[in-house]
T-cell receptor, first 114, second 113 residues
Framework: DTEVTQTPKHLVMGMTNKKSLKCEQH?????MYWYKQKAKKPPELMFV???????INESVPSRFSPECPNSSLLNLHLHALQPEDSALYLC?????????????FGNGTRLTVT | AQSVSQHNHHVILSEAASLELGCNYS??????LFWYVQYPGQHLQLLLK??????LVKGIKGFEAEFIKSKFSFNLRKPSVQWSDTAEYFC???????????FGAGTRLTVKP
């Protein structure tokens, strides 16, 4: 079982809805990540937080809004999504953003936008 | 920015066959290389990693990978696969100052019992 917990596991939302994805880790990691994975594709980096500050935003549309309230929690706020945003959203954490530290992934939230 | 290529999209093997999955990366500086596995319905798990030292890296479940700098490659190997190795395998690379890990397209391995 993974030590990175993501909720909910599944989410169906309409294009006018506002929802949030949540991620939690208690390994003392100081870097947290959001990835998006479409079917039969690799995970694509969206955001990186280091010590609760946003350090990388991979030109993600503003309808995705990340938030890191503290070192253990990472949220992804969703608003006015499109059907093509349907995907598996993966949260990950690592000790820090040093490039040799591996990522620990959650099970993901499978999002369907109708 | 770094990038990763995995040439095999789907590999089908019988149990006890040997496995080699290709991974090539593109990056001008020092890189760190990883192989992750995603079993059906499960989260991505680290198989092994390389960032310095011995270019032959041993990971979990009998997997190993060899970093060949001159070929920009980090191929994954296992001498004898089992049915339980059926999964998606991703090669990943990061470099620079941030842990902006990039994944290859993945290779689906099917092991027939």
């Amino acid at each position: 079982d993974t030590e990175v917990t993501q909720t909910p596991k599944h989410l169906v939302m309409g294009m006018t809805n506002k929802k949030s994805l949540k991620c939690e880790q208690h390994m003392g990691h100081r870097a947290m990540y959001w990835y998006k994975q479409k079917a039969k594709k690799p995970p694509e980096l969206m955001f990186v937080y280091s010590y609760e500050k946003l350090s990388i935003n991979e030109s993600v549309p503003s309808r995705f809004s990340p938030e890191c309230p503290n070192s253990s929690l990472l949220n992804l706020h969703l608003h006015a999504l499109q059907p093509e945003d349907s995907a598996l959203y993966l949260c990950a954490s690592s000790q820090d953003v040093s490039t040799h530290t591996p990522l620990h992934f959650g099970n993901g939230t499978r999002l369907t936008v109708t | 920015a770094q990038s990763v290529s995995q040439h095999n999209h789907h590999v089908i093997l019988s149990e006890a066959a040997s496995l080699e999955l290709g991974c090539n990366y593109s990056y001008g500086g020092t890189v760190n290389l990883f192989w992750y596995v995603q079993y059906p319905g499960q989260h991505l798990q680290l198989l092994l990693k390389y960032f310095s030292g011995d270019p032959l890296v041993k990971g979990i479940k009998g997997f190993e990978a060899e970093f060949i700098k001159s070929k920009f490659s980090f191929n994954l190997r296992k001498p004898s696969v089992q049915w339980s190795d059926t999964a998606e395998y991703f090669c990943a690379v990061n470099g620079g100052n941030n842990n902006d890990m990039r994944f290859g397209a993945g290779t689906r391995l099917t092991v027939k019992p």
